[in-house]
């Protein structure tokens, strides 16, 4: 039996080397939220995964796609509203990706897309409310924001979950005007309030005024009124003598009422 010399050793040392490199480039794993997308000499092969499976060494390209829900900060977008009013809006995004082959093949990279359409449509949007719909209206406006979103990335395999509007920063000069008009508001409830007060106080004392519709009536009205008045024991009170039968009959008549009580 012929002996091995050393360069055939280091012959089968490479030789083995080459086989472990060529056989670990074949045998690919993804794991259970992840799919391989296959390119086989340029041309698509399918998608595979997840778990263990083979591909061709240097006739296929292997890329890897995650599937979980991704999301993203949207960086800070100045605004102008309906109402001319400039803003700093603060968003976030999160989508899936539900077709891999779609994600890589129709679109170059689909997490830098789907991020510069967001900043666009989260400023035309926003641009046509007023600055009141955009600070009491955010759940409606981010509903809105992602369902065009959905709609224009839903070509590319990748799901616009959810969208919502963080933060929305004013000017301290427009802080100060929307303050005043805060205050305008309020103070103009309040007159309303008091204006209507007068009113039903009005209309009750023109009812109270018809009741009283005979001299008897006024002048126990008077006598009520004076009584409260000298509840006070701090007052000199003068009034006129005239009527005093008046003032007989209406005493017995207010007797006559105790009594039947």
Known sequence: MQ??????????????????????????VVREYERGV????????????????????????????????????IPKQRVITKDNVSVDVDAAVYYRVFDPSKAIIQ???FFEATNLL????????????????LLTKREELSKRIGEILDQYTDPWGVKVTAVAIKDVSIDEIMLRAIAKQAEAEREK???????????IAAEKISAAAKKYTTPSALRLREFQTLTEIAREKNMVVVTSTSGVEDVGKIASM???????K
Do not use: H
């Open 118 to 133: 967001s900043q666009t449509t989260l400023r035309d949007v926003l641009g046509q409310v007023e600055l009141d719909d």
């Open 3 to 28: 002996k091995m010399t050393i360069i055939d050793v280091i012959g089968y040392f490479f030789l083995a080397i080459i086989v472990l490199w060529i056989l670990s480039s074949a045998i690919k």
């Open 38 to 73: 296959i390119f086989r000499l340029g041309r698509f092969s399918g998608v595979k995964g997840p778990g263990l499976f083979f591909v061709v060494p240097i006739a296929d390209r292997f890329v890897k796609v995650d599937l979980r829900i991704l999301a993203f900060d």
């Open 107 to 109: 679109v170059e990279n």
């Open 254 to 260: 207010v007797e006559a009422l105790k009594k039947r």
């Open 189 to 199: 409830r309040a007159r309303i309030i008091v204006a209507e007060g007068e009113y």
